[in-house]
């Protein structure tokens, strides 16, 4: 997992840590220069051909040097067709050899242009007991906080103990939508209508803004930019929190849809595409994902095909069963239901389908079988 913490610097620990960032993201930006006239993408590669004149040229610490060829490298790894560019304060990476956790006073010591800096941080109870397993490389950030003002933050990578899974009795089926977000097979509707008027009201409200173009406007579409993403992330977070506390009062594993590449395989109308496109339904699936693991909670991935045309009852499966988009009706049996509630169901009934335990089949015929060869296995 990943734990952020905020540093307290003072104005002229600022200056060096901005002072470091510019350098290192401009040297960054040297190297992919390099390696995309040279075709060399190669860490090892770079290194041997850019190593000691990117030190000498930028006075960066042999580490940083480094770490910022293995940022190229690894920006290379992605997309190998595109020319790579790195913004003046982007995020660099330290590890263990430049940067130091002393959690007992709450600060960290790390490497800039102008010396080692001890800096204090600033973390919640939490944080600082998943700090207690940290490992691995830390991202220095300089990024905005919630009032709009740029601060620099350390995003740790830490080890989160997973307790063992607990006996699972059934499966907590959860359908995700546009309508609502999400829908559990208890019944559990949590609506997304917040998140559709503040998208609709930003929409709106950056169309005007765009439109006039004054410095003005640039600087409140600049503020507003991030704000959206932050209600929707805030917004899974409480949704996954609540489905993975539903399944563990339960003693329930959760099923959710595998639902890769829905993008290409959904077609909506024009006035829905922004709609779409803007559904953050991975961000809610990966949430639910590592809450459940760390409660100790199985997860269980199924296929979406039919969920939401078949009938739980009697097995069928029409594209009229869905008499409307909040309720289904069969046109065989006259099962009638919310159509999300069913759709719940449905990936819980599969998913108790797909774990069920394997009982493979007896080598000779049971008793009784009309295929029963007197004296003989079936097999020979």
Same mark, same amino acid.
């Given at each position: 997992?990943?734990?952020?913490?905020?540093? =307290?610097?003072?104005?002229?620990?600022?200056?060096?840590?901005?002072?470091?960032?510019?350098?290192?993201?401009?040297?960054?930006?040297?190297?992919?220069?390099?390696?995309?006239?040279?075709?060399?993408?190669?860490?090892?590669?770079?290194? %041997?051909?850019?190593?000691?004149?990117?030190?000498?040229?930028?006075?960066?610490?042999?580490?940083?040097?480094?770490?910022?060829?293995?940022?190229?490298?690894?920006? +290379?790894?992605?997309?190998?067709?595109?020319?790579?560019?790195?913004?003046?304060?982007?995020?660099?990476?330290?590890?263990?050899?430049?940067?130091?956790?002393?959690?007992?006073?709450?600060?960290?010591?790390?490497?800039?242009?102008?010396?080692?800096?001890?800096?204090?941080?600033?973390?919640?109870?939490?944080?600082?007991?998943?700090?207690?397993?940290?490992?691995?490389?830390?991202?220095?950030?300089? %990024?905005?906080?919630?009032?709009?003002?740029?601060?620099?933050?350390?995003?740790?990578?830490?080890?989160?103990?997973?307790?063992?899974?607990?006996?699972?009795?059934?499966?907590?089926?959860?359908?995700?939508?546009?309508?609502?977000?999400?829908?559990?097979?208890?019944?559990?509707? +949590?609506?997304?209508?917040?998140?559709?008027?503040?998208?609709?009201?930003?929409?709106?409200?950056?169309?005007?803004?765009?439109?006039?173009?004054?410095?003005?406007?640039?600087?409140?579409?600049?503020?507003?930019?991030?704000?959206?993403?932050?209600?929707?992330?805030?917004?899974?977070?409480?949704?996954?929190?609540?489905?993975?506390?539903?399944?563990?009062?339960?003693?329930?594993?959760?099923?959710?849809?595998?639902?890769?590449?829905?993008?290409?395989?959904?077609?909506?109308?024009?006035? =829905?595409?922004?709609?779409?496109?803007?559904?953050?339904?991975?961000?809610?699936?990966?949430?639910?994902?590592? %809450?459940?693991?760390?409660?100790?909670?199985?997860?269980?991935?199924?296929?979406?095909?039919?969920?939401?045309?078949?009938?739980?009852?009697?097995?069928?499966?029409?594209?009229?069963?869905?008499?409307?988009?909040?309720?289904?009706?069969?046109?065989?049996?006259? +099962?009638?239901?919310?159509?999300?509630?069913?759709?719940?169901?449905?990936?819980?009934?599969?998913?108790?389908?797909?774990?069920?335990?394997?009982?493979?089949?007896?080598? +000779?015929?049971?008793?009784?079988? =009309?295929?029963?060869?007197?004296?003989?296995?079936?097999?020979?």
């Amino acid at each position: 997992m990943t734990v952020g913490v905020k540093l =307290q610097p003072t104005a002229e620990q600022a200056c060096a840590l901005l002072h470091t960032l510019g350098c290192a993201n401009d040297a960054a930006n040297k190297i992919s220069e390099w390696a995309w006239q040279n075709r060399t993408f190669g860490q090892y590669a770079l290194h %041997k051909a850019l190593y000691y004149r990117i030190k000498d040229e930028f006075g960066l610490s042999a580490q940083l040097v480094v770490r910022v060829i293995g940022k190229v490298a690894d920006a +290379y790894k992605l997309d190998k067709q595109t020319k790579r560019t790195f913004r003046k304060h982007g995020s660099i990476a330290y590890d263990s050899r430049i940067l130091r956790w002393y959690q007992a006073k709450s600060e960290v010591t790390l490497s800039t242009l102008d010396g080692r800096q001890r800096i204090p941080y600033q973390s919640g109870d939490r944080g600082r007991r998943l700090l207690q397993n940290q490992q691995g490389e830390t991202d220095l950030l300089y %990024k905005e906080n919630s009032t709009g003002q740029r601060q620099f933050y350390l995003a740790a990578t830490v080890n989160a103990p997973e307790p063992p899974e607990g006996e699972t009795k059934s499966w907590l089926g959860v359908d995700l939508g546009f309508v609502s977000i999400a829908v559990d097979s208890e019944g559990n509707v +949590y609506s997304g209508s917040a998140v559709r008027s503040m998208r609709h009201r930003n929409r709106r409200l950056r169309a005007k803004l765009q439109s006039k173009g004054t410095r003005a406007a640039k600087r409140l579409l600049k503020k507003r930019r991030a704000k959206e993403a932050r209600f929707a992330r805030h917004t899974n977070h409480v949704i996954s929190k609540s489905i993975v506390q539903t399944a563990k009062a339960l003693s329930q594993g959760i099923a959710v849809e595998e639902l890769g590449g829905i993008r290409d395989r959904v077609t909506v109308r024009r006035s =829905q595409r922004s709609t779409l496109h803007s559904w953050s339904f991975f961000q809610l699936r990966s949430f639910i994902e590592y %809450k459940a693991r760390l409660a100790g909670i199985r997860i269980c991935a199924v296929g979406p095909h039919n969920t939401s045309r078949l009938c739980p009852l009697c097995g069928c499966i029409d594209k009229a069963n869905r008499k409307s988009q909040s309720q289904f009706l069969c046109t065989s049996c006259g +099962y009638a239901a919310s159509a999300d509630v069913n759709a719940a169901r449905n990936i819980s009934s599969r998913a108790a389908l797909v774990n069920q335990p394997y009982l493979p089949k007896p080598l +000779y015929p049971v008793e009784g079988s =009309q295929r029963q060869v007197s004296g003989k296995s079936p097999l020979l």
